[in-house]
């Protein structure tokens, strides 16, 4: 008898746990669900757009000690060339590889490339909610060309708090049917705010900032361009 519910005991204890575990990853569902999201052909992740090897450094990161000199700034083999320089200049920290820099900045090119041919709202939405880290000036120097781009992008806001922004109209760049936007005057008193029925699925969804506003909060929206 004593043996009988020591077992019985062991099998309670066991599906006990799985209920636990089971639980535990619906919650991570309900929390990806609830997250904000890119426009369509950006949610497919690219196997290129993964983050640069920790080996190399940050496209943006700007070295807080001594860096190599431009008269320095000589590749292994080979050589720049003069926009390449001009990216390389006081971003290369002493005793690193400078075309180790350079090649952070140029992935980060891809990136934007890649994006822009599958969805150029894509691409726009990733740099104005900043998530190609040095982005802004890998385009100035190493692929100008992606620069309509980044002007769009500069006229944005991520989604969250954007303190005195510009009036007009702006549309989110994302397929989330959870997008809220509200706009502040001064006072904190609502000026406007929607969207004013729930968005469907693949819906366009705008708001319009009136003049005066103070602040502009949106949750759920990725990111916002003008309309």
Known sequence: MYRRSAAAAVLLAAALTLTACSSGGDGKAEASAASPKPPAASSAPDPADASVAPSQPPADAKPTGPVLPDTKLVPKTGSFTAPQKQYLSGRV???????????????????????????????????????????????????????????VAAKGYPDGTKQSPAAGTYRALTQSTTCVWEAKGKDGAALASGPQTPPKPGEKITAKIPAGTSQFVSNGCYAWIPA
Do not use: F, N
């Open 93 to 151: 920290p002493e005793k690193t590889d400078p075309a180790a820099v350079l090649q952070s900045g140029q992935e980060a090119c891809q990136r934007v490339e890649r994006t822009a041919k599958r969805d150029k709202d894509a691409a726009v939405g990733a740099l104005v909610a900043g998530e190609i880290p040095g982005a802004k000036d890998a385009i100035t120097y190493l692929c100008p060309e992606q620069k309509p781009l980044l002007a």
